[in-house]
């Protein structure tokens, strides 16, 4: 049986620090994210995401260097982002070692670059991040990208269909309303979407608790559950802590009760 | 003791960065290896796991590879085909109908087609765990059968046929498919053992077991 | 920038016919009868600020300490004490006594970029203990980075000082934003007393830190975050009247029972060797300083189970046998420290090959220190219980 999949983020600014963000905006310093990956790769996560936050907004594409330093010296599953604009870029960062590669902000001009990197690479290895930048009642808002008022969102399920259809491998729906808040996800919501794909969601942005991943599960089989805040602080607090094998055992027990509900 | 060689064999395409360093942490050295030569001066050979079916076949059609692999490989090298590579050596794969495998098993693969496409999602992403019905293939040997969790990444899949006779172990997404095979000294799995924990090593370091050195 | 040659003494190699230290530190001395200055000095000196001297006397002075420590809690403030936690045995033992005692902990982590799973694990452990609060600070990595390779171009074993430093002003910058009085210190005489000035300087010493800093170019505002310096420590001192304590003194205190208590109790995790939950460190004790300066830490480790009759001079010799780095794959290790550290391996490599230098090679404020810190026992009645 598939296990949905307990997921460590981890974002990195232009200057390669650590942050944790809160809203997308306030960033907090977290340190060295070569450490940081080096650490959650010895805590065994089932796969870590790895995003450069700023990546697009300066023009480039995640340092090669980077990932090339981040795949070396990790031995878990890797899904990495920021500014991929191109095949080759792709095509560069598997050969690092990456599984996987998301993109955003580079389809915020169409689909188009989805497709060919599907065709390409095979889908499996085509991860695209979806920003949910606004929920008002019944109309949930996603974008490509940093929301802002040049990039307004536009309907959620419209374009994570289209997504899918293009040949996307996953979906990772990123709540920018609720990243840094600890407030617990759109259970609705996430549970809507997931319905409606045929290709794995991974929820991101608000995760601040084992309840909160266990309404969610409860909800709906979504193939991933990601986490920033929970996995860097010491819980409930804002002091920086690394770490995962509690929740991870947790989660493991929690899934082996819900077995029956898996035939 | 000098240190065992691992041949990975070259598909053009994908990433070999993990698996080298996969076997570097079981002390065995890995390399690639585009030319006959090379295959040759292994002591067992890897079929890796990125990349697309019909580019697969190309690339070893194009660099010469393919009858000298397919020769080693009928003269007992150990060979360890992996996602990709598993799909390599079975007859075909739906990925590219043109295509032929390398036809060491005697399986086909296809394209993942779930009768509940909502609730079993394609590709088949995430961590799965393994089962055998019959007695466990040897390269899940000191793995304990509570650990038998590695990880996937695949749209294609390997069909589980009747009476087929060789030792294997399943995975189950809405339907049993396989996730080992071995037949001799062949062995094809559908999982990344370089990317599962301390269970994908010990199968590596199983496979090679038997390599010569 | 030219390397330069040591003014060490030049030594034929000797080594203690009692403990196991050798001329591995340049200014060791030896009796006629080839007993070195380190074993004579911890015995005489070192143990008797423990109840290892006379372990009659051991009584109660744990709890003695506990209790003058509540009773100088100040109004209005919420901790008793600051502690450091690095998930090592020595910190999170004394957090666990504190915990026990009843006393209000605040446990302090300092990420200076190297933690290690395991470690952090060991963190989580004991700060989720009911009782403890806990507070981290992050360094900012690229100006650490950067005070470390200076002190590695520098070409001294002290490279571990950024860390001793850093975390010392951690510490106190803890305990004056709290009000609170009391850091208490894993430090420890039993498996620490013996360690020689030439393998690990004074970290308190600002003008030999800021010399090497200085040689390598960096800004000294770099610097600042990282240091405590004896001005501040002494106003930390005299001002707000902040004391570090040694809990791990006031019994006699044996890291291996210690091991397996915390196990026991709250599910500690063990990684082999001493000091090595950070990769820095386990760098710094087990490669580069055997390799750069035959230094072997286990030297002082062994040579204090020695004198406490822990362990015969045989075995101990035995052990020293087998290299440091023995167990460990030292390949990828200097790979990731290289990396980290923005060196090519072979770059570090080389680094490792060049001659010694030692804190005589720099400027320091050895002797200053020393009357200064004389000074102060003398004045407030304390014991010399550490190297400077």
């Given at each position: 049986?598939?296990?949905p999949?307990?997921?460590?983020?981890l974002?990195?600014?232009?200057?390669?620090?650590?942050?944790?963000?809160?809203?997308f905006?306030?960033?907090?310093?977290?340190?060295?994210?070569?450490?940081?990956?080096?650490?959650?790769?010895?805590?065994?996560?089932?796969e870590?995401?790895i995003?450069?936050?700023?990546?697009t907004?300066?023009?480039?594409?995640?340092?090669?260097?980077?990932?090339?330093?981040?795949?070396?010296?990790?031995?878990?599953?890797?899904?990495?982002?920021?500014g991929?604009?191109n095949?080759n870029h792709?095509?560069?960062?598997?050969?690092?070692g990456?599984?996987?590669?998301?993109?955003?902000?580079?389809?915020?001009?169409?689909l188009?670059?989805?497709?060919?990197?599907?065709?390409?690479?095979?889908?499996?290895?085509i991860?695209?991040?979806l920003?949910?930048?606004?929920?008002?009642?019944?109309?949930p808002?996603?974008?490509f990208?940093?929301?802002?008022p040049?990039?307004?969102?536009?309907?959620l399920?419209?374009l994570?269909?289209?997504?899918?259809?293009?040949?996307?491998?996953e979906?990772?729906?990123?709540?920018?309303t609720?990243?840094?808040?600890?407030?617990?996800?759109?259970?609705?919501l996430?549970?809507?979407?997931?319905?409606?794909?045929?290709?794995p969601?991974?929820?991101?942005?608000?995760?601040?608790?084992?309840?909160?991943?266990q309404?969610l599960?409860?909800?709906?089989?979504?193939s991933g559950?990601?986490?920033?805040?929970?996995?860097?602080?010491?819980?409930?607090?804002?002091q920086?802590?690394?770490?995962?094998?509690?929740?991870s055992?947790?989660?493991?027990?929690?899934l082996?009760?819900?077995?029956?509900?898996?035939? | 003791?000098?240190?065992k060689?691992?041949?990975?064999v070259s598909?053009?395409?994908?990433?070999?960065?993990?698996?080298?360093q996969?076997?570097?942490?079981?002390d065995?050295t890995?390399?690639?290896?585009?030319?006959?030569?090379?295959?040759?001066?292994?002591?067992?050979?890897?079929?890796?796991?990125?990349?697309?079916?019909?580019?697969?076949?190309?690339?070893?059609?194009?660099?010469?590879?393919?009858?000298?692999?397919?020769q080693?490989?009928l003269?007992?090298?150990?060979?360890?085909g992996i996602?990709?590579?598993?799909h390599?050596?079975t007859?075909?794969?739906?990925?590219?109908?043109?295509?032929?495998?390398?036809?060491?098993?005697?399986?086909?693969?296809?394209?993942?087609?779930?009768?509940?496409?909502?609730?079993?999602?394609?590709?088949h992403?995430?961590?799965?765990?393994l089962?055998?019905?019959?007695?466990?293939?040897?390269?899940?040997?000191?793995?304990?059968?509570?650990n038998?969790?590695?990880?996937?990444?695949?749209?294609?899949?390997v069909?589980?046929?009747p009476?087929?006779?060789?030792?294997h172990?399943?995975?189950?997404?809405?339907?049993?498919?396989?996730?080992?095979?071995?037949?001799?000294?062949?062995?094809?799995v559908?999982?990344h053992?370089?990317?599962?924990?301390?269970?994908?090593l010990?199968?590596l370091?199983?496979?090679?077991?038997?390599?010569?050195? | 920038m030219?390397?330069?040659?040591?003014?060490a003494?030049?030594?034929?190699?000797?080594?203690?016919?009692?403990c196991?230290?050798?001329t591995?530190?340049?200014?060791?001395q030896?009796?006629?009868?080839?007993?070195?200055?380190?074993?004579?000095d911890?015995l005489?000196?070192?143990?008797?600020?423990?109840p290892?001297?006379d372990?009659?006397?051991?009584?109660d002075?744990l709890?003695?300490m506990f209790?003058?420590?509540?009773?100088?809690r100040?109004?209005?403030?919420?901790?008793d004490?600051v502690?450091?936690?690095?998930?090592?045995?020595?910190?999170?033992?004394?957090?666990?006594?504190?915990?026990?005692?009843g006393l209000?902990?605040?446990?302090v982590?300092?990420?200076?970029?190297?933690?290690?799973?395991?470690?952090?694990?060991?963190?989580?452990r004991?700060v989720?203990?009911?009782g403890?609060?806990?507070?981290a600070?992050v360094?900012?990595?690229?100006?650490?980075?950067?005070?470390?390779?200076?002190?590695?171009s520098a070409?001294?074993?002290d490279?571990?000082?950024?860390?001793?430093?850093?975390?010392?002003?951690?510490?106190?910058r803890?305990?004056?934003?709290?009000?609170i009085?009391?850091?208490?210190?894993?430090?420890?005489?039993s498996n620490?007393?013996?360690?020689?000035?030439?393998?690990?300087y004074?970290?308190?010493d600002?003008?030999?830190a800021?010399?090497?800093?200085?040689?390598?170019?960096?800004?000294?505002?770099?610097y600042?975050?990282?240091?405590?310096?004896?001005r501040q420590?002494?106003?930390?001192?005299?001002?707000?009247?902040?004391r570090?304590?040694?809990?791990?003194?006031?019994?006699?205190?044996?890291?291996?029972?210690?091991?397996?208590?915390?196990i026991?109790?709250i599910?500690w995790?063990?990684y082999?060797?001493?000091?090595?939950?950070?990769?820095?460190?386990?760098?710094?004790?087990?490669?580069?300083?055997?390799i750069r300066?035959?230094?072997?830490?286990r030297?002082?480790?062994?040579?204090?189970?020695?004198?406490?009759?822990r362990?015969?001079?045989?075995?101990?010799?035995?052990?020293?046998e087998?290299a440091?780095?023995?167990?460990?794959?030292?390949?990828?290790?200097i790979?990731?420290i290289?990396?980290?550290?923005?060196?090519?391996?072979?770059?570090?490599?080389a680094?490792m090959?060049?001659?010694?230098?030692?804190y005589?090679?720099y400027?320091?404020?050895?002797?200053?220190?020393?009357?200064?810190?004389?000074?102060?026992?003398?004045?407030?009645?304390?014991?010399?219980?550490?190297n400077?």
């Amino acid at each position: 049986m598939l296990r949905p999949r307990l997921i460590a983020s981890l974002l990195v600014d232009q200057q390669l620090h650590l942050v944790k963000t809160n809203r997308f905006h306030e960033r907090h310093y977290l340190g060295d994210p070569l450490n940081a990956a080096y650490v959650f790769s010895g805590f065994e996560v089932d796969e870590l995401l790895i995003l450069a936050i700023d990546a697009t907004a300066h023009g480039h594409c995640v340092p090669l260097s980077f990932v090339e330093s981040i795949a070396r010296f990790t031995s878990v599953p890797l899904c990495v982002g920021g500014g991929l604009a191109n095949l080759n870029h792709i095509h560069e960062l598997l050969a690092l070692g990456v599984e996987k590669v998301a993109l955003s902000s580079a389809l915020c001009s169409g689909l188009n670059f989805l497709e060919h990197a599907s065709q390409q690479f095979g889908s499996s290895t085509i991860t695209v991040v979806l920003n949910l930048c606004s929920n008002a009642a019944g109309e949930p808002l996603a974008c490509f990208g940093r929301p802002s008022p040049s990039n307004p969102g536009q309907p959620l399920f419209t374009l994570a269909r289209d997504c899918q259809l293009a040949g996307a491998g996953e979906l990772v729906l990123y709540d920018s309303t609720r990243d840094g808040s600890r407030l617990g996800f759109d259970i609705p919501l996430f549970a809507a979407l997931n319905d409606q794909l045929t290709i794995p969601l991974v929820a991101l942005g608000g995760c601040g608790s084992h309840a909160h991943i266990q309404d969610l599960l409860r909800a709906t089989s979504i193939s991933g559950v990601a986490a920033g805040s929970l996995f860097a602080y010491a819980p409930w607090s804002q002091q920086v802590l690394f770490n995962y094998p509690l929740t991870s055992h947790w989660f493991t027990s929690l899934l082996a009760s819900q077995r029956e509900l898996y035939t | 003791m000098p240190t065992k060689k691992v041949a990975i064999v070259s598909l053009c395409s994908g990433n070999i960065a993990s698996l080298e360093q996969a076997f570097e942490a079981i002390d065995v050295t890995a390399y690639l290896a585009s030319t006959p030569d090379q295959l040759l001066s292994a002591d067992a050979l890897v079929l890796p796991g990125v990349g697309h079916f019909g580019s697969a076949c190309q690339s070893l059609t194009a660099s010469g590879l393919r009858e000298p692999l397919t020769q080693l490989i009928l003269s007992g090298m150990p060979c360890l085909g992996i996602c990709l590579g598993f799909h390599l050596l079975t007859q075909s794969s739906e990925e590219a109908p043109g295509e032929v495998g390398l036809g060491f098993f005697d399986l086909f693969t296809v394209r993942i087609t779930p009768a509940d496409p909502h609730r079993y999602k394609v590709p088949h992403l995430g961590w799965n765990t393994l089962s055998s019905s019959l007695e466990p293939p040897s390269l899940l040997d000191a793995i304990h059968p509570d650990n038998q969790l590695f990880y996937f990444a695949n749209s294609y899949a390997v069909v589980p046929t009747p009476g087929f006779i060789y030792p294997h172990a399943f995975y189950n997404h809405n339907s049993p498919w396989l996730a080992l095979v071995q037949r001799g000294s062949i062995y094809g799995v559908q999982f990344h053992p370089e990317k599962s924990r301390s269970q994908g090593l010990q199968l590596l370091r199983n496979f090679l077991r038997d390599a010569s050195c | 920038m030219r390397h330069s040659f040591s003014n060490a003494p030049q030594r034929l190699y000797q080594i203690c016919q009692r403990c196991v230290m050798d001329t591995t530190d340049p200014w060791i001395q030896f009796t006629h009868n080839g007993i070195c200055n380190h074993c004579i000095d911890f015995l005489a000196n070192r143990l008797v600020v423990t109840p290892y001297a006379d372990s009659a006397k051991q009584g109660d002075r744990l709890e003695r300490m506990f209790e003058n420590i509540r009773r100088s809690r100040p109004y209005g403030v919420n901790h008793d004490v600051v502690i450091g936690v690095s998930g090592g045995v020595d910190s999170s033992k004394t957090a666990l006594l504190a915990q026990q005692a009843g006393l209000k902990v605040l446990a302090v982590h300092m990420d200076n970029g190297w933690d290690t799973p395991i470690a952090l694990q060991n963190v989580f452990r004991v700060v989720a203990l009911s009782g403890i609060d806990y507070e981290a600070e992050v360094l900012h990595w690229r100006h650490f980075k950067a005070v470390q390779r200076a002190f590695i171009s520098a070409g001294v074993p002290d490279i571990e000082l950024p860390t001793d430093v850093a975390i010392m002003a951690v510490l106190h910058r803890a305990a004056r934003r709290h009000g609170i009085r009391t850091i208490l210190s894993g430090g420890n005489i039993s498996n620490e007393g013996i360690l020689p000035v030439s393998w690990m300087y004074n970290p308190r010493d600002s003008r030999f830190a800021e010399a090497v800093v200085q040689r390598s170019g960096l800004n000294r505002g770099i610097y600042a975050p990282f240091r405590l310096g004896f001005r501040q420590e002494m106003r930390d001192r005299l001002w707000h009247g902040i004391r570090t304590l040694y809990p791990l003194n006031q019994f006699c205190y044996d890291k291996e029972e210690a091991r397996c208590e915390l196990i026991n109790s709250i599910g500690w995790q063990s990684y082999g060797g001493k000091h090595c939950e950070s990769t820095f460190t386990r760098f710094c004790q087990l490669i580069y300083h055997p390799i750069r300066f035959g230094i072997d830490f286990r030297r002082g480790y062994l040579s204090a189970d020695i004198c406490l009759g822990r362990i015969t001079r045989n075995k101990a010799l035995k052990e020293l046998e087998d290299a440091p780095w023995s167990n460990l794959n030292v390949h990828r290790d200097i790979a990731f420290i290289a990396r980290k550290l923005d060196y090519r391996p072979d770059e570090l490599k080389a680094i490792m090959a060049l001659p010694p230098l030692w804190y005589t090679d720099y400027p320091n404020r050895r002797r200053l220190l020393s009357i200064a810190y004389n000074t102060y026992r003398i004045l407030t009645g304390r014991r010399k219980a550490s190297n400077f």
